[in-house]
């Protein structure tokens, strides 16, 4: 349905949504349902318009302070909260209570010109046909699991340095327990041996044959996972549903820095099955921290957990769709030399939920060997297959220095090459002044002139050298952090503001 409406609208964003499905319908062995998706289309080609709409800091229930740890950089934010993002889990979709929740935030979001109307339709038969599972595709997909199929022998863990899909095509069928991708997002990304900008039409194409490639090699009744941002996912889900069982859309809040005025935080996980799939193997034991996500609004400072835990306090929840304590690597310290790394702990608890000790998980894009290295040390042999030699070898460096007893996502005292973003990296260095002190001597400074100070303003009338400021920081905006906002509030606020 997608791609027809895409034809005269423009999409623009999808919003994860939190929902209590799993109090109406909830098989068991399989993942929770708790969000929905919101989609956001318009006939206009340009950015989106809406309003700079911020929600509320979120507060631990054990140590009152905010959810995340802003450490030394509050006084770059603002009093009120955080601009929102595309996972709303502070609303909460209730079939029973309709749609009211989202039409409020909608009428936030667009309360501005050239919107003039809202008009909101809620089916009354919607949680009739959430309740309904049933469906003659799971019926036959289900007999054919019973007919005999040729399964291959045991296969034995190793790294593959070779095109994805060359590789997986001398793969036998049926041998695989858990497929997973995570394959470049077509966003021009500066990979050693990938071009990262193709052509729509041409990526899809590429990523098809290596989808088929994964549902031939993938044992039925097992699981394959692709890793993508939702519109691109979207698409997958269309060519797997032709020939595979929907399993779960997990929203992975995987957080980013503000770079628009709708943070961009939702990572779609979609996951398939060979036929009609099998029980969860980790929804069988209950014992599993990596199947036990983090309860809302718990935080996670060493102090609190600490204390946390030395009271018994129950802080986590059962696992659901939504992933919002996994967060994406954000220090130097914890990465190697390639440009997107996913942090273990997500690969731990895909691998802990799909999968059992000495079952084989294969990994077509492999890079720095994240998901094989994972795999490696929770007793399941493993396939990593990646195009890049560079990266290859680095996988292969890490995995001896496990087998060698060392640790290979511990820190690092090394800054790596390779960087995710187009801004350049500063050298490292010892500050004689603060950045938070240049910050707020810059705030300072445009309160007393009356506007947002300028650089050779500062240079005027600072007390500090204005070599501080060009060499401390990566642009002039970052001098200006604190200076365009008001600095957190210490305090709970009570609703949502909607800055002019």
Known sequence: MLPSIQSSLKLHLWIAIKTNFAAYIHEEGTLRKSHISLLILSQYKGSLQHTKTRV??????????????????????????????????????????????????????????????????????????????????????DFNLKTDVQVSGHLSSHLINDDCIKALHRLPDNSIDFCFADPPYNLKKKYDRWDDSLESTQYFEW??????EMYRVLKPGHTLAVLNIPHWVVRHYQFLASRMQFQAWIAWEGLSFPVRLIMPAHYAILCFSKGYPRSLPGLSSTENS???????????????????????????TAISDIWHDIHRLKHNSRR???????????????????????????????????????AHQLHRRFIGIELSKQYHEIALARHRQLEEGGDPFAKVNAIPKAKNSPVERLVKQKYQVSKKTLQLEVKRISKEIGHLASRDEVEKLSQFSITYFDEYFSSWGEVCAAARTTGMAEVPQKTVQLDD
């Open 207 to 212: 990523c098809d044959r290596w989808l088929s």
């Open 56 to 141: 509320k800091y979120s507060y631990c229930p054990a140590c009152n302070k905010t959810t995340k740890d802003y450490g030394g950089k509050k006084h770059t934010y603002h009093e009120y909260g955080t601009l929102i993002s595309d996972v709303w889990r502070d609303i909460e979709f209730d079939p029973d209570q309709g749609i009211g929740s989202i039409v409020d935030r909608l009428s936030d979001l667009f309360g501005l010109d050239p919107y003039r109307d809202l008009f909101s339709i809620d089916s009354q038969d919607l949680l009739e046909f959430f309740e309904d599972t049933s469906s003659p595709l799971v019926e036959e997909l």
């Open 290 to 316: 990596y199947l036990q996500p983090l309860g809302e609004n718990y935080c996670l400072r060493s102090r609190c957990v600490s204390k946390r835990n030395a009271l018994g306090a129950s802080d986590r």
């Open 336 to 374: 190697v030399d390639h440009p997107c790394q996913l942090p273990p702990l997500l690969m731990r608890r895909l691998f802990e939920l799909f999968t059992a000790p000495d079952e084989i998980i294969l990994d077509c894009f492999n890079g720095a060997g994240t998901s094989t290295l994972v």
